[in-house]
Each structure stands twice: as C-alpha cells, then as structure tokens.
C-alpha cells in the first residue's frame, strides 16, 4: 500500500466581499489530490483537501517540500502496524521532517491541506464516513446531527442595511439559529446602526455573533464591548490581533458574554498560549481553531488534548472555515458545530447535495471518507485534478 502521486491545483475562491482586515478579491486555494494504489468498490482511493478561505493556496510550499518528503519516503514506513491503511500520522512526521519548531507561518495551511487528503483517503480506504472512524478511534459515540451556523454579513461595496438585512433574512429561512456579521471595519456608529437593523431583522428567530477579524486595539475593543454588551449576541469574535493574548484576558472584565477566537492560531502551542494566557473562560467562551488551517487533523487532535489538560471540552470548539472536514472532527469527536457559508467559497465550503439546515443542525450522510463525493461541483473539480 503506498501513495503514487500527490497533485496541486491553486485555485481562485474570489469573492467581491471583505472584512475588518481584508477583502476577498484575489483569495485562491490549493485542491490537493492524494492517489493511492488501493483499489475500493472497483476504483481508485483517492483523497482529496484543500484549504479554508482566508489565507492563500500554498502550491509553492506543497510542491517545494511537503509532497516530496510523502512521495520520497519509504512507503512501508508511511503505513499502520496492521498494515491495512495509510497511517495519517507517520506521514505527518514524514512530512514535518527537518522542519523547525516555533514560527509556524503558512506551512502549517500546507501541511493541513495534505492532512485532509490522506484522512480522507484513510477513512475510503477503511470504507466508512470519518466520522464514524474518529469515534471509533476515540471510543466514543459519533453523533451524526451538528450545529452550524451561517457566517456572512460582510460589508460589501456599496450595500446598505436594506442588503444586510435580506441577506441574514435568507440564512434565517434557511433554517439557521445562528447568523453572524463583520464588525470593525465601519465607525462604531455605523456597526451599532447595522448590528440594531439584523436584531430587529432575526427578532426572536435567532441569534447574532460578531466578527471584528483581530482589528481592534484594547481601547476600541473597550469601546466596542461596552457598546455590544447591550446586546445578548452569540459571540464577540476575534476583537485584538490572535497573538495579542493579553488584550484578549483584559476583555473579561468589560465584556460578561460569550467571546471567541482561534482561527489565526495555528499550532498547539498557540492554542495552549491561549488557554494560558488569553483569560478566555471555559464555561461561556468559544474556541475557533481550523485545522485545515494549522497543520491538520493529526495536530488538531493535539490541540483537542491541550484542551482536555487545560479543563475544556471539546464542545466549546465550533471551527473556522466551513468545510466538510470540521464537520466531520464535529460529528466524530463531539465539537460544539461548525461554521457555514451558505453563500460564499463555492464549491469548497457547504454541505452534500440534499443535506438541508434544520433547526441550526445538519445530518451527517453515511459517505465514505470526508463525503465530497456526495457534493457533486465539488466533486466534479477534484475529479478533474486526479484524472
Ligand atoms: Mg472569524
């Protein structure tokens, strides 16, 4: 059992919207492909990743270092001890071999991009959902329902209150409980005008979390949070700069609600600096960790032991990125949800055709491997990588 070949593909994930930091007009994605030599059902395992939006496809990396390092590897070397499936982490070690500790950079969006890929070509090959591996794996009961909720509420160019209000509308009718909005790149003034117009929208219907992208110093996140706490939001979501531990613990003491933060943090040791440092609260707080983002499955489950050592659970971690993948840690290691884009990052994020919102939650269908299969443009553009 061995992998042949590892593809790239960069691709373009545009998108005329943006937030308190940047804006989406040349956001790309890299679409790996990890072909293997096991044949399943008469076919060819191939497993598939890619990215989550927000930093740029990593081809350069990918191509320069890690899909060598797999493919050079001894292949015996890149299997389990039963020798029936590709061990996803030996080819983590293999992958991470002469790699530096510390400045995790953009490697670790690389290294997790691949990440996804091989578990999901371990999971075709076991010929089960990941889900129901993980849990499995874990000893413990995979429940298939996950929440979601729908992220957007971007200021796009030229929109008034009017669009914002539709748009949360349209997520609302869709079935979601949760919607949320950017925050920080207007005045105070103008986002306390936009946040008013969404709660009169969604009433009683649902509820709002806000977004700030890491825009804010400790005297704006101040002002904010005592505007916001007017409020019963969701989540106050990424206020300082995600390395800026300490503004994130001075927020405790003017802000009582729910925060959250993480999806900038990629590694452990930046997920146990957080919980050490960042004051954040076990009981009401949000963690936010993406591990197509932060060198994948087989780190994310360290960051979940981190977690466990540091007294939280893994319910309070409902991931960035809106992808099939954190659905599946979600539903098989028993996360709090997942973030969707109902309308946006097509037709990376979202769900399998026929998977419907009801009442804030998905149904896991029963698809082997991470279940692209069963979402049929997104399939449709892997197939065209592996052919
Ligand atoms: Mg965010």
Known sequence: MRIVDIRENTKSISSPIRNAYIDFSRMTASLVAVVTDVDRDGRRVVGYGFNSNGRYGQGGLIRERFRSRILEADPESLVND????????????????????????????????????????????????????????????????????????????????????????????????????????????????????????????????????????????????????????????????????????????????????????FSHQDARNLLRYGGMRPDRDWLQFDCALSYGLVEYLRTLDVLEQSGWSPSRCIPHGGHQMSLNIAAGLGLGGNESYPDLFQPYGGFPDGVKVDNGHITMPDLPGIGFEGKSDLISVMHDLAA
């Open 82 to 265: 039963a020798g029936d499936n590709l061990d996803p982490h030996r080819i983590w070690d293999a992958m991470m071999k002469n790699e530096k500790p510390g400045g995790h950079g953009e490697r670790s969006v690389a290294v997790g991009t691949l990440d996804m890929a091989i578990w999901d070509a371990v999971a075709k090959i076991a010929g089960k959902p990941l889900f129901r591996l993980l849990a499995e794996m874990k000893g413990v009961e995979a429940d298939p329902r996950v929440f979601v909720y729908a992220a957007g509420g971007y200021y796009y160019p030229g929109r008034d209150n009017t669009a914002l209000r539709r748009e949360m509308r349209g997520y609302v009718d869709r079935g979601y409980t949760v919607v949320k909005m950017k925050i920080g790149g207007a005045s105070i003034d103008e986002d306390r005008r936009r946040i008013e117009a969404v709660l009169e929208e969604i009433g009683s219907e649902a509820q709002l979390a806000v977004d700030a992208n890491g825009r804010f110093d400790l005297e704006t996140a101040i002002a904010y949070a005592k505007m916001l706490r007017n409020y019963s939001l969701f989540w106050y979501e990424e206020i300082g700069d995600p390395l800026d531990y300490q503004l994130q613990a001075a927020m405790a003491e003017f802000y009582p609600g729910p925060m959250a933060t993480g999806e900038n943090l």
